[in-house]
């Protein structure tokens, strides 16, 4: 079955301010946090994770999708979206600046790989990543995604 990511999505903010990577990414994990998704745990977790290993998660020129591994402080799988204001630096070597951020939190390693397919089939489009980059507010984003999503039928 087709994912409708305007469905996956605990949370969207828009035009939000980050002066780092860090302060992204917590805009992301505070969204899951507030979409009942993860507990705040999850989201030093994500910044641990990319301390550790690097600007892996900016997966596509301007988008970083934000994850840690399942744990304990994920509560159900969902998404978050956080669309900068201004886009900062991850220090990926060819996809920063990043000016969208996903947060993602799954139950386990394999629950995720129909979201980041549904993502990757969005975000691929350039007509698609154009409106998405100029969407003002959360409701245009939803709207967006749910009119772009494919049929169930």
């Given at each position: 079955?087709?994912?409708?990511?305007?469905?996956?999505?605990?949370?969207?903010?828009?035009?939000?301010?980050?002066?780092?990577?860090?302060?992204?990414?917590?805009?992301?994990?505070?969204?899951?946090?507030?979409?009942?998704?993860?507990?705040?745990?999850?989201?030093?977790?994500?910044?641990?994770?990319?301390?550790?290993?690097?600007?892996y998660i900016v997966?596509?020129?301007?988008?970083?999708?934000?994850?840690?591994?399942?744990?304990?402080?994920?509560?159900?799988?969902?998404?978050?979206?956080?669309?900068?204001?201004?886009?900062?630096?991850?220090?990926?070597?060819?996809?920063?600046?990043?000016?969208?951020?996903?947060?993602?939190?799954?139950?386990?390693?394999?629950?995720?790989?129909?979201?980041?397919?549904?993502?990757?089939?969005?975000?691929?489009?350039?007509?698609?990543?154009?409106?998405?980059?100029?969407?003002?507010?959360?409701?245009?984003?939803?709207?967006?995604?749910?009119?772009?999503?494919?049929?169930?039928?």
């Amino acid at each position: 079955m087709a994912i409708n990511l305007a469905e996956e999505l605990s949370s969207i903010t828009t035009n939000a301010t980050a002066s780092d990577w860090r302060e992204a990414i917590r805009h992301a994990g505070d969204g899951l946090v507030a979409g009942g998704v993860t507990t705040e745990a999850y989201t030093d977790q994500m910044i641990a994770a990319v301390e550790e290993h690097g600007p892996y998660i900016v997966i596509a020129p301007g988008v970083a999708l934000a994850h840690a591994r399942p744990s304990e402080s994920v509560k159900k799988g969902g998404l978050s979206w956080v669309s900068l204001a201004s886009p900062v630096e991850f220090g990926h070597k060819s996809n920063d600046p990043v000016s969208l951020v996903i947060g993602l939190a799954a139950l386990d390693h394999t629950a995720h790989i129909e979201v980041l397919r549904a993502v990757a089939g969005i975000l691929s489009d350039p007509a698609a990543r154009r409106r998405l980059d100029a969407a003002e507010s959360a409701d245009d984003v939803r709207s967006f995604l749910a009119d772009a999503a494919p049929s169930n039928k």
